[in-house]
């Protein structure tokens, strides 16, 4: 399997080289040349595999690059720093609802899927292509990226890893997360902006020659879901999904199953498609967004205008108005990297993307977008547990809320993160919310009887040890003092 850059000026790469360099030379993102399949036989065959076999399943087929043994040894974190057996289980509500948890791992969110393993996958790659620098990880995030990747790269050798967070744009257990992270080779800096403003200077940064000079000693890659390394695993648990219905005998083989995704930066909802177009019985991937509907605006009408207000909401993951993964969609419906590279080239300049019609009606053939007010959001949490028993983050929340709205089939709800990490803003559902984030926490479980977890227990009483902030202008000059 070969990797090619969106807008079409670069050459062929390996899996590996792709994970390791994370953003193409041409300002495009590695996708693959074609999309390996999977028969319905084979998904029979998978009924009743673990998780660690259907990663084994999938991955094997995109990186043709690393041996089995050696996929294997990546795979094998899921058993060793995930809670639950299922690792993504799946919870039956009413109505045809199934709510598939992607937060067991060890930083309480979805990203733990892919960046626990990603930095596995990068180190191998390292190797196979003999890598004498050291690594620089750059990482911009909405609130669980940096986290995750904090705790998945931490302590490896021949690799530095800088996070960039927007300092008043993520929840106060968010926000601690990431100040706390032990590694001696982790910085954590918060950024006075947003997350679009965070994510564009790491891609600018990728690409200042000036300064790629001045860090020379370094080799620049990404934590982010424009890397390779982030998306390929998160395919995988679209098909564990499916298995899991198929194996409970809550599906027959090959009945369409929708999925309703709370959606950023758009990789999470990309695996889907991946997983579409590999072969697996998907029927329509709902695209929730939040107040921050700019991806809904565009599914509808083919025009993508990233100059209007920015929200902050009670889903800050999801407070992004440029969704880079969008990118690759986009290429994939086109098949054309130099009309993708002058859309983009337009996009940069004006801030306004227009697709074609033709093109914008074979997105709407799979993609059904609909966004969530915060209004709806509290209403989705509320009566969820009023109907179900079971408590929703603000994220999963909007996805329920698109769910309801959209459902004509048997639905799955990625559930992105764990309730712990926004309890202040759940409580709102109920009017119990307090000023203060861990009595929230406790108020939370007398009210929805699960348990806190231990590293969120212990969040209030960690040592502060990163609490830099910066102006976004600002940020090259801390790469310059690493």
Known sequence: MK????????????????IEKGICNDRGLFVPKKFPKVSLKEIQEMKFSDYKEVALNILRRYLTDYSEEE????????????????????????????????????TLAFKDMALQIMPRLFTKAREKNNTKRDSLILVATSGDTGKAALEGFKDLKGIKVVVFYPANGVSDVQRLQMQTSLGENVEVVGVNGNF????????????????NLALNKFKLSSANSINLGRLLPQIIYYFKGYLQLLRDGEITLGELVDFSVPTGNFGDILAGYYAKQMGLPVGKLMCASNKNNVLYEFFKTGTYNKQRE??????????????????????????DGRALNKLYNEFEQTGI???????????????????????ECLRAIYETF??????????????????????????????????YKFSSSILKAFDLEKNNEFENIEILKKLSKEDVPLNIKKLNSLEILHNRVVDKEKLRDVLKKL
């Not at 990546?74 to 799946?90: L, Q, R």
């Not at 902050?312 to 098949?335: A, F, G």
């Not at 309801?404 to 709800?413: D, E, F």
């Open 310 to 335: 920015f929200f902050k909401t009670m889903s800050p993951s999801m407070d992004i108005l440029v969704s880079s993964n969008l990118e690759r969609l986009i290429y994939h419906i086109l098949e």
């Open 386 to 419: 009023d109907k179900n028993n079971y408590m929703l983050d603000p994220h999963t929340a909007v996805a329920m809320n698109t769910a309801l709205k959209n459902k004509s089939r048997k639905t799955i709800v990625l559930s992105t993160a764990n309730i």
């Open 353 to 375: 993307l227009t697709l074609d019609t033709e093109s914008l009606k074979k997105i709407q053939e799979t993609i059904v977008p609909d966004h969530a007010s915060e209004e």
């Open 196 to 211: 679009d403003d965070c994510q564009t200077a790491v891609k600018n940064m990728f690409l200042d020659e000036k300064l």
């Open 3 to 18: 990797y090619i850059s969106t807008r079409g000026n670069s050459g062929e790469y390996t899996a590996s080289q792709a």
């Open 71 to 106: 996929l294997k040894e990546c795979i094998a974190v899921y058993d060793e720093t995930f809670s639950h057996p299922e690792k993504t289980p799946i919870v039956k509500l009413k109505d045809d609802v199934y709510v598939l948890e992607l937060w067991h791992g060890p």
